[in-house]
C-alpha cells in the first residue's frame, strides 16, 4: 500500500456550529499531513495539520479560558455555570493532561471554522473530516455527521459559489477569495495609504504589512484568498509594554480627530473608511523591550526572538492594488509570527487555539480602549436631542434638587444645558475631549455658555477629579448635586469605587446624589448601542452602599423598564436620588 494514503490515526473532538477541532496521530518528522473537510462529494475546505501548539491550548480556550493558560479554568467556570466567552466554546471531550492521546509518535492538531456551511445542508448530507483520503471519526457521530436540520439552500448552489471564486474565511464565512475582490483589494490599499501618510507625516511611523497581510505577500506574492482584512503595524520606539499601550491609544485618537473611523480592541486598531465603504484595515503596535525582543501584544504562534540585530528596516514592494512596506527580514518575522511550517496554507489556523504567546503587558486596558471609542463616537454623533433626557426631567422636578448640579460622564452634554436652562447652574465632566467639545458647541449654540461649563476628565484621575470638584464647591454658597446618568454601567468597579469615594470625602451635608444606571437584570437585552462597554450591576444592593459605605441617606429608588426608552430598547434601570 502506498504510505502516502494509509490511514491515519485521529479524531474529531470538537464539531460545533462553528467550529472543528481534531488531531492526527503520525510519526515524528512525517511530511505535511492534508486535512479536508467534505460535504458529501464536495471539497469545501483544506488545512495542514501541526505539531503546534498542543491541544492544551484548545482545551484551555475552548472551555472558556485563555490560550496558554489554565486549562482547567474552564472546567471549573462550567462546573459554576459561568457563561462561556463565545458560542462555540462547548465542552470538549477531556483528553491527559500531557496532550499525548496516548500515542508514542507527533500529535498534530487542526480546525476548521464553519458556521456558513449549514445553510446548503440537508439532513441526510454526510460531512466528513478526512486525513490522507480516509473520514476521521467524529467524536459522538462516528465516521460522519449529519446536520441536525435542513438548510434554505442546496450543495449544487454551494457548488456555484466555489466554482464562482468564493470560499470558507478564516472566521467560517462564505465570501468571495480575496485574490480575487478587486473593489476590495483597491479600498483597503488606498485606506492603507492614507494611514500610512498620515502616521509618517504626524507620528513619524512607518506602517507596514504583518500578520495575514505579510503573510501573504511573502508567501503568494498577494493576498491570502480566505483572509478577512488587511493587517499593518509599526514599531514603537517606546521600549515598555504600557507606555506603547499608551502611544496606540493616542495614535487612536489622533486618527479620530483626522476623520478616521476607529474602534479600538486590545492590541490593535480597526481603521475604517470614513466614507462608509467596507474597507477596514488593523493597525498593531510592536516595540523592542529593555532586553531588545520585539514584542507583540497581540501575539506569536511561532517559536524564537526577533531582535533589533535582526530588524533591517523596510523595502517597498508592489501588491495588487498599490505598494507597500515589509521588512527587509521578512521570512524571519513571518516565521517567528505563524511557526516553521509557514509556507503550508492553513485555513482552518486559528489564533484562539494555534497563539503561543503575546505580550501582554502591552495590551490596552478597558478604560484606554473606551477612551478611543467614546472619542469615535461623539465624533461621529449627530446631534438628536434638543431637550434633557427622562431622568433629566424626574429629577428637575423634586423639590429636593440643589442649584448647583455637577454633571459627572456629561457626554455631549444634553443633560448639563438642560439643567441649565432651567436655570441651574452646571458644571460638566468627561474623559471624551471629543464629547466635551460638542457640549461646550452645543451649550454656546443655545446660549447658555454663561450657565454651564465643561471639563476634559478622566474619573480614574481621582486626583484631578477631586481638585476639579473641590474648586467648584468651595465657591458654592449652598450644596449640590452629584448628577451620574448612564455613566456608572460604563465605568470598570475599580474606577467606580475611586470615584464614589471621591463623592464621600467631599460631599457636605445637604449634597444630593442622583444616578440612573443598567442593572444585571439587563444584561441579556439586546442592546441599540452594542460596542458599548457595560457593567451591570444590582440596583438594591448599590442603594444599600450609599447609605453604609458613602453616608447618604436614600430618598428615592426605583427599578425597572419604561424609565427611558430609545429606539427599540427599552433597558432596566436604577434609579436613585439620595441626600448627605
Same mark, same amino acid.
Given at each position: 500500500?502506498?504510505?502516502?494514503?494509509?490511514? !491515519?490515526? %485521529?479524531? !474529531?473532538?470538537?464539531?460545533?456550529?462553528?467550529?472543528?477541532?481534531?488531531?492526527?496521530?503520525?510519526?515524528?518528522?512525517?511530511?505535511?499531513?492534508?486535512?479536508?473537510?467534505?460535504?458529501?462529494?464536495?471539497?469545501?475546505?483544506?488545512?495542514?495539520?501541526?505539531?503546534?501548539?498542543?491541544?492544551?491550548?484548545?482545551?484551555? !480556550?475552548?472551555?472558556?479560558?485563555?490560550?496558554?493558560?489554565?486549562?482547567?479554568?474552564?472546567?471549573?467556570?462550567?462546573?459554576?455555570?459561568?457563561?462561556?466567552?463565545?458560542?462555540?466554546?462547548?465542552?470538549?471531550?477531556?483528553?491527559?493532561?500531557?496532550?499525548?492521546?496516548?500515542?508514542?509518535?507527533?500529535?498534530?492538531?487542526?480546525?476548521?471554522?464553519?458556521?456558513?456551511?449549514?445553510?446548503?445542508?440537508?439532513?441526510?448530507?454526510?460531512?466528513?473530516?478526512?486525513?490522507?483520503?480516509?473520514?476521521?471519526?467524529?467524536?459522538?457521530?462516528?465516521?460522519?455527521?449529519?446536520?441536525?436540520?435542513? %438548510?434554505?439552500?442546496?450543495?449544487?448552489?454551494?457548488?456555484?459559489?466555489?466554482?464562482?471564486?468564493?470560499?470558507?474565511?478564516?472566521?467560517?464565512?462564505?465570501?468571495?477569495?480575496?485574490?480575487?475582490?478587486?473593489?476590495?483589494?483597491?479600498?483597503?490599499?488606498?485606506?492603507?495609504?492614507?494611514?500610512?501618510?498620515?502616521? $509618517?507625516?504626524?507620528?513619524?511611523?512607518? $506602517?507596514?504589512?504583518?500578520?495575514?497581510? /505579510? /503573510?501573504?505577500?511573502?508567501?503568494?506574492?498577494?493576498?491570502?484568498?480566505?483572509?478577512?482584512?488587511?493587517?499593518? =503595524?509599526?514599531?514603537?520606539?517606546?521600549?515598555?509594554?504600557?507606555? =506603547?499601550?499608551?502611544?496606540?491609544?493616542?495614535?487612536?485618537?489622533?486618527?479620530?480627530?483626522?476623520?478616521?473611523?476607529?474602534?479600538?480592541?486590545?492590541?490593535?486598531?480597526?481603521?475604517?473608511?470614513?466614507?462608509?465603504?467596507?474597507?477596514?484595515?488593523?493597525?498593531?503596535?510592536?516595540?523592542?523591550?529593555?532586553?531588545?525582543? /520585539?514584542?507583540?501584544?497581540?501575539?506569536?504562534?511561532?517559536?524564537?526572538?526577533?531582535?533589533?540585530?535582526?530588524? +533591517?528596516?523596510?523595502?517597498?514592494?508592489?501588491?495588487?492594488?498599490?505598494?507597500?512596506?515589509?521588512?527587509?527580514?521578512?521570512?524571519?518575522?513571518?516565521?517567528?509570527?505563524?511557526?516553521?511550517?509557514?509556507?503550508?496554507?492553513?485555513?482552518?489556523?486559528?489564533?484562539?487555539?494555534?497563539?503561543?504567546?503575546?505580550? *501582554?503587558?502591552?495590551?490596552?486596558?478597558?478604560?484606554?480602549?473606551?477612551?478611543?471609542?467614546?472619542?469615535d463616537f461623539y465624533a461621529r454623533m449627530q446631534i438628536e436631542h434638543t431637550d434633557g433626557s427622562t431622568f433629566f426631567e424626574f429629577v428637575n422636578s423634586r423639590p429636593e434638587v440643589p442649584q448647583l448640579v455637577l454633571d459627572i460622564g456629561c457626554g455631549d452634554g444634553r443633560d448639563s444645558c438642560a439643567f441649565a436652562a432651567a436655570g441651574r447652574t452646571v458644571v460638566g465632566f468627561d474623559r471624551s475631549e471629543v464629547g466635551v467639545e460638542h457640549a461646550r458647541a452645543q451649550s454656546s449654540r443655545t446660549g447658555l455658555h454663561h450657565r454651564v461649563s465643561f471639563e476634559a476628565?478622566?474619573?480614574?484621575?481621582?486626583?484631578?477629579?477631586?481638585?476639579?470638584?473641590?474648586?467648584?464647591?468651595?465657591? #458654592?454658597?449652598?450644596? #449640590?448635586?452629584?448628577?451620574?446618568?448612564?455613566?456608572?454601567?460604563?465605568?470598570? *468597579?475599580?474606577?467606580?469605587?475611586?470615584?464614589?469615594?471621591?463623592?464621600?470625602?467631599? =460631599?457636605?451635608?445637604?449634597?444630593?446624589? #442622583? $444616578?440612573?444606571?443598567?442593572?444585571?437584570?439587563?444584561? +441579556? +437585552?439586546?442592546?441599540?448601542?452594542?460596542?458599548?462597554?457595560?457593567?451591570?450591576?444590582? %440596583? #438594591?444592593?448599590?442603594?444599600?452602599?450609599?447609605?453604609?459605605?458613602y453616608g447618604f441617606t436614600v430618598l428615592h429608588e426605583e427599578e425597572g423598564t419604561g424609565l427611558s426608552p430609545y429606539k427599540d430598547e427599552d433597558p432596566v434601570l436604577y434609579r436613585v436620588i439620595a441626600r448627605r
Amino acid at each position: 500500500m502506498n504510505p502516502s494514503k494509509q490511514p !491515519v490515526v %485521529g479524531m !474529531v473532538e470538537q464539531f460545533s456550529q462553528r467550529l472543528v477541532v481534531g488531531w492526527v496521530s503520525v510519526p515524528k518528522g512525517s511530511p505535511p499531513l492534508r486535512v479536508t473537510l467534505q460535504l458529501d462529494s464536495l471539497e469545501v475546505a483544506s488545512s495542514y495539520a501541526t505539531p503546534d501548539p498542543s491541544m492544551s491550548g484548545s482545551l484551555s !480556550v475552548l472551555r472558556g479560558g485563555e490560550p496558554g493558560g489554565d486549562p482547567e479554568r474552564g472546567q471549573r467556570a462550567a462546573r459554576a455555570k459561568v457563561p462561556l466567552v463565545h458560542g462555540w466554546q462547548q465542552q470538549n471531550v477531556r483528553g491527559p493532561r500531557d496532550d499525548r492521546r496516548n500515542s508514542g509518535q507527533e500529535i498534530r492538531t487542526f480546525s476548521f471554522r464553519v458556521h456558513s456551511l449549514w445553510p446548503y445542508l440537508k439532513k441526510q448530507t454526510r460531512v466528513t473530516v478526512r486525513a490522507n483520503g480516509s473520514p476521521l471519526p467524529i467524536y459522538g457521530h462516528g465516521t460522519f455527521l449529519r446536520p441536525p436540520r435542513k %438548510g434554505q439552500h442546496t450543495l449544487a448552489d454551494l457548488r456555484a459559489k466555489l466554482e464562482d471564486g468564493y470560499v470558507l474565511s478564516q472566521y467560517g464565512g462564505l465570501q468571495l477569495s480575496k485574490k480575487l475582490d478587486v473593489a476590495w483589494q483597491k479600498q483597503v490599499m488606498d485606506l492603507y495609504q492614507r494611514t500610512r501618510a498620515f502616521l $509618517a507625516e504626524e507620528l513619524g511611523h512607518e $506602517a507596514f504589512f504583518i500578520y495575514g497581510t /505579510l /503573510l501573504g505577500a511573502i508567501r503568494e506574492g498577494g493576498y491570502i484568498g480566505h483572509d478577512i482584512d488587511f493587517d499593518c =503595524a509599526y514599531v514603537s520606539r517606546l521600549r515598555t509594554g504600557p507606555e =506603547a499601550a499608551h502611544e496606540l491609544q493616542q495614535i487612536g485618537l489622533a486618527l479620530v480627530r483626522e476623520g478616521f473611523k476607529v474602534e479600538c480592541m486590545r492590541s490593535c486598531l480597526h481603521i475604517f473608511d470614513p466614507a462608509g465603504s467596507r474597507a477596514r484595515i488593523d493597525l498593531f503596535h510592536t516595540y523592542f523591550d529593555s532586553e531588545d525582543r /520585539l514584542c507583540f501584544p497581540f501575539g506569536i504562534a511561532g517559536k524564537g526572538t526577533v531582535t533589533s540585530a535582526d530588524w +533591517k528596516g523596510l523595502r517597498e514592494i508592489d501588491f495588487p492594488g498599490g505598494s507597500g512596506l515589509v521588512p527587509v527580514n521578512a521570512e524571519q518575522i513571518v516565521e517567528h509570527l505563524y511557526g516553521a511550517d509557514w509556507r503550508q496554507p492553513k485555513p482552518g489556523f486559528n489564533w484562539n487555539l494555534d497563539r503561543r504567546s503575546n505580550a *501582554e503587558e502591552g495590551n490596552l486596558s478597558v478604560g484606554q480602549r473606551s477612551t478611543v471609542y467614546w472619542a469615535d463616537f461623539y465624533a461621529r454623533m449627530q446631534i438628536e436631542h434638543t431637550d434633557g433626557s427622562t431622568f433629566f426631567e424626574f429629577v428637575n422636578s423634586r423639590p429636593e434638587v440643589p442649584q448647583l448640579v455637577l454633571d459627572i460622564g456629561c457626554g455631549d452634554g444634553r443633560d448639563s444645558c438642560a439643567f441649565a436652562a432651567a436655570g441651574r447652574t452646571v458644571v460638566g465632566f468627561d474623559r471624551s475631549e471629543v464629547g466635551v467639545e460638542h457640549a461646550r458647541a452645543q451649550s454656546s449654540r443655545t446660549g447658555l455658555h454663561h450657565r454651564v461649563s465643561f471639563e476634559a476628565c478622566d474619573v480614574g484621575d481621582t486626583e484631578r477629579l477631586s481638585g476639579l470638584i473641590t474648586a467648584q464647591l468651595a465657591v #458654592a454658597d449652598e450644596p #449640590a448635586m452629584f448628577y451620574l446618568r448612564f455613566f456608572l454601567h460604563s465605568i470598570t *468597579e475599580d474606577v467606580q469605587q475611586g470615584l464614589l469615594g471621591v463623592i464621600r470625602d467631599l =460631599a457636605r451635608p445637604g449634597d444630593v446624589f #442622583a $444616578a440612573e444606571f443598567r442593572t444585571d437584570k439587563d444584561q +441579556k +437585552k439586546s442592546k441599540v448601542h452594542g460596542k458599548h462597554y457595560r457593567r451591570f450591576q444590582n %440596583g #438594591a444592593e448599590f442603594g444599600r452602599r450609599l447609605l453604609h459605605d458613602y453616608g447618604f441617606t436614600v430618598l428615592h429608588e426605583e427599578e425597572g423598564t419604561g424609565l427611558s426608552p430609545y429606539k427599540d430598547e427599552d433597558p432596566v434601570l436604577y434609579r436613585v436620588i439620595a441626600r448627605r
